[in-house]
């Protein structure tokens, strides 16, 4: 089943990522629906080629966060209402990952990643996440949270919970949205 | 109380039943070291070099001595030049019956094996340090789908089937492995690890009952210590011997826990000259330590064997066992069933691999 979630996933990432280009001359639903069926096409029958195992080779453990995203983001486009999250949030969230990022590559002395591991942990994380969306009226982040913590105890994926919920791929997509938000 | 609100709070409902079902399960681990294995130290001295393999072309290096199976085997990686994309895991069985033998060295781990043997299949583009899983049986080998060693990750091999354990948030890259694994009471495992990005550092992996990682405890210290040998002295206390992964520093490391490998202290001068290369450390049984070390900061060739009567404070020279010739490094040492002890290492700069055995009352004279 781990398998079939990670095909799941590839299937959402690349479907988001031809969606992107196809939407340039395609309008929507047309370029979504059109994205994910070339997504799915790809993810389970041109699974085994190199340059998909390439993929996964180097984007993986892809957990939850950047497939809840893209779904997200496609959903917003068809007409789904989505709260868009908030600039300090974004900033706040994108210097917290920064350190915790610095504390598992050594330059600090904390060792944030290994809470990932411990169930009692992972538990008061994820009530943290869901009390923040409760605060904020956001469901996103407590379905994130909660959907995560479902795949880490089935053991499908990482066997660490911050795997599932964070990804390197975000910084690059905080900075994008940051950046557009200034122009 | 609106949709969202009610939303949010099942949710929260949800997580208590898989937190609470998450913890139930969950078996605390067990910090205390397993007895130190049988070391014969009454046996005649003696020493035979049982296997001495010449790469035919390219390097063949790392080596480590498997004995999951019913003959010892030593492993090591071989392929052009180490990183290439063409590098295999090669082993030879050593058989004794009126002297030692090793059989032909045979590729038993590859790169597309590797790759098949994903649930989820994926690339693997180079095999570096490759180590006997001492808990399950199988092994554990440095893959590298993309980049060098920085962006190296640790494959467990069991059965035909891998999985990369989960140890870094940096899409699971930069950890490796190279020392043998250190055995706890109740038969479970710690794996030594170690992060090679930036501010480079070793690691204590434990596992779960699933064999998935369940924690992870850092050596700390300003240094850059990498390759930890962990000896267990007793039931909490051990030393990790490390190689300072900055060159210039020629120096070994070392690092104490006084509970199981939970916390250890800061990384500090071990007191040895060494020229950035990893050790092969044992407990004899009574509490000496063992250690085969590259003691020649300048010099990679010379390999001595040492000896440590009080715990890793100081060291004292017991044999050369190369001098003169290229580099010999990364030595492993692991017992065998007769309490004899194994030594193997890579020599002629990673041109090929070279094994002994010996007795204890050889290797500390008396």
């Given at each position: 089943m781990s398998a079939l979630a990670g095909n799941l996933w590839l299937a959402v990432l690349l479907g988001w990522a031809v969606w992107g280009v196809l939407s340039l001359g395609l309008s929507a639903p047309w370029s979504i629906v059109a994205g994910l069926a070339v997504g799915a096409v790809c993810a389970f029958?041109?699974?085994?080629?190199l340059a998909l195992r390439g993929i996964v080779a180097v984007l993986?453990?892809?957990?939850?966060v950047i497939p809840l995203l893209a779904l997200r983001q496609m959903a917003g486009v068809l007409g789904v209402p989505v709260q868009p999250f908030g600039t300090v949030e974004l900033l706040v969230f994108l210097a917290a990952y920064l350190v915790f990022l610095a504390a598992a590559m050594g330059a600090?002395?904390?060792?944030?990643?290994?809470?990932?591991?411990a169930p009692l942990w992972v538990a008061g994380i994820v009530l943290a996440i869901c009390a923040y969306g409760l605060w904020q009226g956001s469901i996103f982040l407590p379905a994130l949270a909660v959907s995560a913590q479902l795949l880490w105890v089935l053991g499908?994926?990482?066997?660490?919970?911050f795997d599932h919920i964070l990804h390197v791929g975000l910084i690059p997509a905080v900075l994008i949205v940051l950046v557009a938000r200034v122009f | 109380m609106g949709f969202v609100q009610v939303f949010i709070l099942a949710a929260m409902a949800v997580s208590v039943g898989l937190s609470a079902w998450a913890i139930r399960r969950d078996a605390p681990l067990e910090w205390r070291f397993a007895p130190a294995p049988f070391v014969?130290?009454?046996?005649?001295a003696e020493f035979t070099t049982v296997l001495d393999y010449t790469a035919p072309t390219g390097q063949a290096h790392s080596p480590a001595i498997d004995l999951s199976g019913p003959l010892p085997r030593v492993i090591w990686f071989e392929g052009s030049?180490?990183?290439?994309?063409?590098v295999d895991i090669f082993a030879s069985d050593l058989t004794e019956s009126d002297g030692w033998l090793s059989s032909a060295p045979q590729r038993v781990l590859t790169r597309g094996g590797l790759t098949e043997s994903f649930a989820s299949t994926e690339l693997v583009v180079t095999l570096g340090n490759t180590i006997e899983?001492?808990?399950?049986g199988g092994l554990y080998a440095t893959v590298?789908?993309?980049?060098?060693w920085a962006m190296a990750s640790v494959a467990e091999m069991h059965e035909g089937a891998a999985r990369k354990l989960?140890?870094?948030?940096?899409?699971?890259?930069?950890f490796l492995v190279k020392s043998p694994m250190v055995a706890y009471a109740g038969g479970t495992w710690g794996l030594p690890a170690y992060f090679e990005m930036g501010s480079a550092y070793g690691a204590l992996v434990r596992f779960g009952q699933d064999g998935r990682v369940r924690d992870m405890r850092r050596i700390p210290g300003p240094q850059k210590g990498i390759q930890p040998m962990i000896v267990p002295l007793d039931a909490t206390r051990a030393v990790a011997i490390l190689r300072?992964?900055?060159?210039?520093?020629g120096r070994l490391l070392i690092s104490r826990t006084m509970d199981g490998g939970q916390s250890w202290t800061v990384m500090e001068d071990a007191g040895v000259a060494n020229p950035s290369a990893p050790v092969a450390a044992l407990n004899l049984g009574d509490g000496r330590i063992l250690m085969v070390v590259n003691d020649d900061a300048g010099n990679g060739g010379v390999l001595r064997l040492t000896l440590s009567g009080d715990g890793g404070e100081s060291w004292d020279v017991?044999?050369?066992?190369?001098?003169?010739?290229e580099d010999a490094r990364y030595p492993m040492m692991r017992i065998l069933e007769d309490g004899r002890i194994m030594l193997t290492y890579s020599v002629g700069a990673k041109g090929g691999i070279r094994a002994h055995v010996f007795s204890a009352r050889w290797a500390v004279g008396t």
């Open positions: 029958g041109l699974r085994e080629t993986g453990p892809i957990g939850v600090l002395p904390a060792e944030i990643y290994r809470l990932g591991y499908w994926g990482s066997s660490n919970y | 014969d130290l009454e046996r005649a030049e180490e990183a290439k994309a063409d899983d001492e808990g399950r590298v789908s993309v980049g060098g989960n140890l870094s948030p940096l899409l699971n890259r930069s300072d992964f900055d060159s210039g520093a017991l044999h050369t066992l190369e001098e003169g010739g």
